[in-house]
């Protein structure tokens, strides 16, 4: 056999063990685990390829008796960045929120928008897609303040100076409401919920800050954070 002969059984041999080892599955970019029904848990899954922006696929598996795919979508029109899992009006059912980047017919510019949809065992739900937040942001996450169960929706969001503070929403009956916000300051690099606790790294003179973040009485205040 010449030399392209043995590339090509090569390839052939490579890409066979390939799906035998399971490298042809979906490319798994962001994923959350919860109950979406109120009757058991699952995983969704965001699919994309590797360097780029947005994602494509949809996945939910049901996970009670084992790992079994339940719904696909191919929601690349959505431009989809994020996924989150969370209950944000306490029905006991899981929302799944979509970061998107697209244009909305209130708000036909494209910017990033926080969808929410519920599963209903056989088709996504569309809860809430909402034109926009109070103000254009870079990146949102479902955080509990109260431990009570119910998320709320925690953003990091630019003012007019380009200034970044920090916005919080409770769901109201038919959408999300804003709660409370915090100071602003020169830029915001990242918000996180951990342990039932908020953290933010924020740039500071140069340098990055980690603060602890917690609800105050009419405001989200700034909190030292000591490791
Ligand atoms: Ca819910
Ligand atoms: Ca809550």
Do not use: C
């Not at 360097?51 to 494509?56: C, D, G, M």
């Not at 790992?67 to 899992?85: A, F, G, H, Q, T």
């Not at 809430?128 to 119910?150: A, K």
């Amino acid at each position: 056999m010449n030399k392209s002969g043995y590339i090509i059984i090569s390839v052939l041999l490579i890409a066979l063990a390939g799906i035998l080892m399971g490298y042809n599955k979906d490319k798994v970019h962001e994923h959350a685990r919860g109950d979406l029904t109120g009757e058991g848990k699952h995983l969704v899954v965001l699919t994309g390829e590797d360097n780029q922006e947005y994602l494509k696929d949809i996945v939910i598996y049901s996970l009670e008796n084992g790992k079994r795919e339940v719904y696909r979508e191919d929601i690349s029109y959505l431009n989809p960045w994020k996924l989150m899992v969370g209950d944000v009006d306490g029905d006991g059912a899981d929302e799944i929120s979509i970061g998107v980047y697209k244009e909305s017919p209130l708000h036909p510019v494209m910017a990033k928008r926080p969808f929410f949809y519920n599963f209903d065992g056989e088709e996504l739900v569309p809860k809430w897609r909402g034109s926009r937040l109070s103000r254009p942001f870079q990146d949102y996450i479902l955080h509990d303040f109260e431990g009570d169960g119910i998320m709320e929706v925690v953003a990091i969001e630019y003012l007019q100076d380009d200034t970044q503070l920090l916005n919080s929403y409770k769901w109201r009956e038919f959408g999300f409401e804003g709660f409370k916000e915090s100071e602003p300051v020169e830029s915001i690099e990242k918000v996180y919920s951990n342990g039932g606790e908020l953290f933010a790294y924020v740039k500071k003179d140069m340098s990055h800050v980690k603060y602890s973040v917690f609800e105050g009485e009419n405001e989200l205040e700034w909190g030292e954070y000591n490791e």
